[in-house]
Nanobody
Framework: QVQLVESGGGLVQPGGSLRLSCAASGNIFRIGDMGWFRQAPGKQRTWVATVGRDGTMSYLASVKGRFTISRDNAKNTVYLQMSSLEPEDAAVYYC??????????????WGQGTQVTVSS
């Protein structure tokens, strides 16, 4: 089993910055893609950003240039640096990782979510 623990959410004023972290632990042989999703009240969970094991990054158009996703493979951790935050960015943010066990079985795991509130 694998656990993903998120941290770094909170309240920030419009234009401010936050850094989210998500660390994985447990039965891990290798982690492929790492990513972030978000879910605002009354809306579906939507993809925000992904970083591949080779460092290749992709972003939702509305956050490109404001958010930066990164990873530390040695720490099994993914980060999301968010800048120039807008009220529309407010949501619960979830990390996800594609984890391969030594058995070869690959599973997608999710964090518990961390609240990001953007308000003056």
């Amino acid at each position: 089993q694998v656990q993903l623990v998120e941290s770094g959410g909170g309240l920030v004023q419009p234009g401010g910055s936050l850094r989210l972290s998500c660390a994985a632990s447990g039965n891990i042989f290798r982690i492929g893609d790492m990513g972030w999703f978000r879910q605002a009240p009354g809306k579906q969970r939507t993809w925000v950003a992904t970083v591949g094991r080779d460092g290749t990054m992709s972003y939702l158009a509305s956050v490109k240039g404001r958010f930066t996703i990164s990873r530390d493979n040695a720490k099994n951790t993914v980060y999301l640096q968010m800048s120039s935050l807008e009220p529309e960015d407010a949501a619960v943010y979830y990390c996800t990782m594609r984890v391969a066990a030594i058995s070869g079985i690959t599973t997608d795991y999710w964090g518990q979510g961390t609240q990001v509130t953007v308000s003056s």
